[in-house]
């Protein structure tokens, strides 16, 4: 645990609100950056900040130092967020039709942009589109593989997932990733 | 990938690979020493998930935890939010128990065998510092239930901390009856009965409680008029310690 950390954290556990102001100030901006890639917009992003500081604080007690407490505050809001997505989106079949020509279908044009900026709004587009084609589940374990770099290990206890759950979920968020990127940067699968 | 080196691994298994998890990397490393295709199929997935944008999200500013703070300090302090345990919970909630298995010993062996000579060291003030302790006590039953009593009906709520609370009154609220019982004050003993079965409900129920399992135990705890007894019996013991110079004077509810 970071020693700063540590600090507060003491102080927190003997129910000194100094010191858990200190941790919330401390962490707030990086558990936003996590929430706002996985809800996709600020408002939601800034609620399920608060949803994780306050479930942080009522479990204070079960807090393990032998772990970092930023990794268990940014499992606690991956968690938030998480619940925040299903309740967005009760969606349990997959949405996603197999195959690049479907999703390639979804766009006006499949021709490779000789400017790269406009490929890359073209990329951006495609993603949003995928991401937004993801279940709440896939959404959450990509975001937490590719944007934090958390191991399947972690997004799994952070989820509450089993391994092979949460493994499949980044397998098929790749997928889809993968179909509707893949005609516009003309790497076939 | 199953451990050949000489099969094709999937592409799953190279974004496994790509991402570090790949369960048998050293084989598959293998494989595609020798393999073009599969080193190109790997190209393939690690410009498409290069290609996938880290836009920052928006900048919140560097009074942002200031302003998460002010929104969030409130919330921290409504009734039923759960308080941290503090370091020397273990010593602070120890205490009472031994003090209660302490002041009980000492009552019961003070009456059963008075010193020789009869000295009036016994009665009075024995029975006076065991009403001080047992207003501690349902003082801190007070809070517990009080807790419960005011979380928020409609979320899930996480009841370990009055759990672990309520497993530590128990211990000191048996001991406390039992003095009771043995002392002649059978409306102090009835109260600490229902405040027992109410210690054992939440100490041996989930730690996590569902907005159901919150309003029923919140309807049984009213419904048995607990809260209100404990307060009532709470009050009389600090109007009885004022007036213990005075003269002994039975609970009766």
Known sequence: ?????????????????????????????????????????????????????????????????RARFSSWLHRIAANCAYDLLRVRRRRDEDPWPEGPDAAAAEFPSTEPAPDRLVLSAEVKQRLSVAMSRMSAQEKAAFV????????????GEALELEASATKQSVLRAVRKVRQVLAPAMGLAQ | MTGDAGRHPSADDLVLYHYGEAD??????????????????????????????????????????????????????VPGAARPRRPFALRRVLLPVALAASLVLAFLLGRHYPRPGGEATSGPVRERILLVAVGDHLERSQVVLLELLNADPKATLDVSAEQRSAEDLLSANRLYRLAAARTGEPGVARVLEELERV????????????????????????????????????????ERQREAAQGPRKIEL
């Open chain 1, 1 to 65: 645990m970071e020693e700063s950390d540590a600090d507060a954290l003491a102080l927190a556990r003997a129910g000194d609100s100094e010191g858990f102001r200190v941790l919330v100030e401390r962490h707030s901006r990086a558990l936003f950056r996590l929430a706002y890639r996985m809800t996709g917009n600020e408002h939601d992003a800034e609620d399920v900040v608060q949803e994780a500081f306050l479930r942080a604080y009522r479990r204070l007690h079960q807090y393990d130092e």
């Open chain 1, 144 to 155: 937490l593989r590719h944007f934090e770099g958390m191991s399947i290990a972690e997004i």
């Open chain 2, 24 to 77: 048998d990397r050293e084989l598959l490393e293998a494989h595609l020493g020798g393999c073009a295709a599969c080193r190109a199929e790997l190209g393939r997935v690690r410009v498409a998930l290069a290609a996938v944008p880290s836009d920052e999200p928006p900048d919140r500013g560097a009074d942002y935890g200031a302003r998460v703070w002010e929104r969030l300090q409130p919330r921290l302090d």
């Open chain 2, 199 to 238: 210690l054992v409900e939440v100490a041996n129920g989930p730690s996590e409680l569902g907005p159901e399992e919150t309003l029923a135990l919140r309807r049984r705890i009213e419904s048995q008029g607990v809260l209100f007894k404990v307060r009532v019996v709470g009050s009389q013991i600090r």
